[in-house]
């Protein structure tokens, strides 16, 4: 899913979130609003939040916590919340953070590869390594606003590694030189994966262990 296209969503919801503040009524225990409005505005917005940033992030449990009624002031949490959030995807900011963590997840898992590898077992590293390729180039997709995935039968299908690489090559997110050698690298990755031991030594893979931390610290999400 494209920026715009969360953006858009936001403005949708935000909308929600105006049709509730003109339902506000008195009465003697004071303001409120409709309660069948503010549910599925808060049902919505909490759903949103959640595919994007997660349950345990502040902005999903400011709403769930913080605005679980039908008053005004509920509304206005809500409202509040989706602006910030369309502040933080509008300028970039949601995929910077992303982009930082999955840094590190990835740099644990090449440290743990190196360490496959040093105690002998040249496969699994390789394998783990060439994982770690292939979601970083998905992950490039996604910061890029380009699709990971092709429709298939009403199914969601991930796109294969090499699809991806190509992709990216011809959108000029890299060069077609980096292309080639990504080739290389999944070839190599999935040798490891099939079985074929005997076609591929260890310094080759302490090669590919070096050359795609390399890479992925050059072409960054």
């Known amino acids: 899913m494209k920026v715009d296209d969360l953006v858009n969503r936001v403005d949708e919801l935000l909308s929600m979130g105006q049709e509730v503040l003109a339902s506000r009524r ?25 595919r994007v940033y997660g349950s345990v992030h502040p902005h999903f449990s ?51 590869a190196e360490h496959l590898l040093d105690a002998g077992y040249k496969d699994p590293a390789a394998v783990m390594c060439g994982g770690v390729l292939e979601e970083h180039l998905r992950q490039l997709c996604l910061k890029n606003g380009m699709e990971a995935v092709i429709f298939r039968d009403g199914k969601e299908i991930p796109k294969k590694a090499d699809t991806l690489n190509a992709d990216l090559a011809r959108a000029e997110i890299y060069s077609k030189l980096d292309q080639k050698m990504i080739t290389g690298w999944l ?27 390399e890479f992925m610290a050059r072409v960054s999400v």
């Open 26 to 50: 008195r009465s003697d225990w004071g303001e409120y609003v409709d309660s069948g409005l503010m549910s599925g505005f808060r049902s919505a917005s909490l759903s949103f939040i959640e």
């Open 62 to 112: 400011e709403i769930k916590e913080g605005a679980d009624g039908s008053r005004p002031s509920d509304a206005d949490k809500c409202i509040a919340v989706l602006r910030a959030v369309r502040s933080e995807i509008g300028g970039g900011w949601l995929f910077s953070i992303k982009g930082l963590i999955t840094a590190e997840v990835f740099a644990d898992f090449i440290e743990m």
């Open 187 to 213: 070839d190599l990755r999935n040798k490891a994966a099939h079985g074929h031991y005997d076609e591929y030594t260890a310094d080759q893979v302490k090669n590919l262990l070096s050359s795609v931390t």
